[in-house]
């Protein structure tokens, strides 16, 4: 059964159901992993998805920082679901002036391809170095179980999902799936439900990405971020409007020339833009919490999906 285009409530449901079944499981591995937030009660578990799965969970050791897990619908044999995780040390990545650069929309699959493997067709598309690193650690392996499943399938039809990193990550693996010739069996455009995520490319990477998963026909979208307005992950990494933003607060005034050189290195096919539709969910605040665990919990998965059930009821 094909995917329907179009936000669906329920689909995002389920799939931040799976996001918290990985997300607690990798969690399990590593205890410091689990957060010491003072957690309100009004933020309950998430439930399991009833309607999944799980068919395949990527080998992770306590330094394994990202990865992926494979669900199953159980009412469709074509279905399946790829969970993309990270660890949530692993946000430095988002600051660090050693990852937090952008890079060639390309990556080296050895293990499947000889050649590199496009994530963009545009020509100054660029994506954040961190980022691609962590995928391209797992990728073959990805595809090799999705080589095996679209053996046994007629179609293949994938959701793509993620939290955090992992969001961003889906990002990246759907603009590499969308063009790949590498899985033999008919494969459909996958649908992205992205909860937030951080900047993953710049301007030519999402423009690029944007017209492959909708191109302004919103109603037939296949990509959405889900994004709590007061999460300050999705904001990361900080491109030009952000910096220019900064300074006026700080009031602070750069000399000409470091002014001249931060408006040509941030430059558009040098700055970070977010792809896909965004999907806005409104953030509320917690009494009797810190400055700081308030600005934790507005990117809580749990804090997310109250966030979708209530202002998305199905």
Same mark, same amino acid.
């Given at each position: %059964?094909?995917?329907?285009?179009?936000?669906?409530?329920?689909?995002?449901?389920?799939?931040?159901?799976?996001?918290?079944?990985?997300?607690?499981?990798?969690?399990?591995?590593?205890?410091?992993?689990?957060?010491?937030?003072?957690? *309100?009660? %009004?933020?309950?578990?998430?439930?399991?998805?009833?309607?999944?799965?799980?068919?395949?969970?990527?080998?992770?050791?306590?330094?394994?920082?990202?990865?992926?897990?494979?669900?199953?619908?159980?009412?469709?044999?074509?279905?399946?679901?790829?969970?993309?995780?990270?660890?949530?040390?692993?946000?430095?990545?988002?600051?660090?002036?050693?990852?937090?650069?952008?890079?060639?929309?390309?990556?080296?699959?050895?293990?499947?391809?000889?050649?590199?493997?496009?994530?963009?067709?545009?020509?100054?598309?660029?994506?954040?170095?961190?980022?691609?690193?962590?995928?391209?650690?797992?990728? *073959?392996?990805?595809?090799?179980?999705?080589?095996?499943?679209?053996?046994?399938?007629?179609?293949?039809?994938?959701?793509?999902?993620?939290?955090?990193?992992?969001?961003?990550?889906?990002?990246?693996?759907?603009?590499?799936?969308?063009?790949?010739?590498?899985?033999?069996?008919?494969?459909?455009?996958?649908?992205?439900?992205?909860?937030?995520?951080?900047?993953?490319?710049?301007?030519?990477?999402?423009?690029?990405?944007?017209?492959?998963?909708?191109?302004?026909?919103?109603?037939?979208?296949?990509?959405?971020?889900?994004?709590?307005?007061?999460?300050?992950? *999705?904001?990361?990494?900080?491109?030009?409007?952000?910096?220019?933003?900064?300074?006026?607060?700080?009031?602070?005034?750069?000399?000409?020339?470091?002014?001249?050189?931060?408006?040509?290195?941030?430059?558009?096919?040098?700055?970070?833009?977010?792809?896909?539709?965004?999907?806005?969910?409104?953030?509320?605040?917690?009494?009797?919490?810190?400055? =700081?665990?308030? =600005?934790?919990?507005?990117?809580?998965?749990?804090?997310?999906?109250?966030?979708?059930?209530?202002?998305?009821?199905?």
């Amino acid at each position: %059964m094909k995917i329907t285009p179009g936000f669906n409530a329920v689909e995002a449901s389920e799939l931040l159901q799976i996001c918290a079944q990985a997300e607690q499981f990798q969690n399990s591995l590593l205890p410091g992993e689990q957060s010491r937030l003072r957690i *309100p009660a %009004m933020l309950s578990e998430v439930p399991k998805p009833h309607n999944w799965e799980l068919y395949y969970r990527q080998k992770a050791t306590d330094t394994t920082n990202s990865g992926f897990e494979i669900w199953k619908k159980k009412a469709n044999a074509e279905q399946f679901a790829v969970c993309f995780w990270a660890r949530s040390h692993l946000q430095q990545l988002l600051k660090s002036s050693k990852y937090n650069r952008l890079v060639a929309a390309e990556i080296n699959v050895k293990a499947v391809s000889e050649k590199k493997e496009k994530l963009a067709d545009a020509t100054h598309a660029r994506v954040h170095f961190g980022l691609l690193s962590q995928l391209s650690r797992w990728l *073959p392996d990805l595809i090799e179980q999705l080589i095996r499943i679209s053996a046994k399938c007629r179609a293949l039809f994938l959701y793509l999902t993620g939290h955090g990193i992992g969001a961003a990550l889906a990002n990246l693996f759907a603009s590499w799936y969308g063009r790949q010739t590498l899985i033999p069996t008919k494969c459909y455009l996958p649908k992205v439900y992205a909860f937030g995520p951080p900047k993953c490319g710049n301007e030519a990477f999402a423009t690029d990405f944007d017209q492959l998963f909708f191109n302004n026909r919103f109603v037939e979208a296949m990509a959405f971020r889900l994004v709590n307005d007061l999460d300050l992950v *999705p904001k990361l990494p900080l491109s030009f409007p952000h910096a220019e933003d900064l300074k006026h607060k700080t009031r602070t005034r750069l000399a000409d020339w470091r002014d001249y050189f931060l408006r040509w290195f941030m430059r558009p096919s040098a700055n970070f833009q977010h792809c896909g539709v965004r999907v806005v969910l409104r953030g509320q605040s917690f009494e009797k919490l810190t400055e =700081n665990e308030n =600005n934790l919990l507005q990117h809580y998965l749990r804090h997310y999906y109250q966030l979708l059930i209530e202002q998305f009821p199905v």
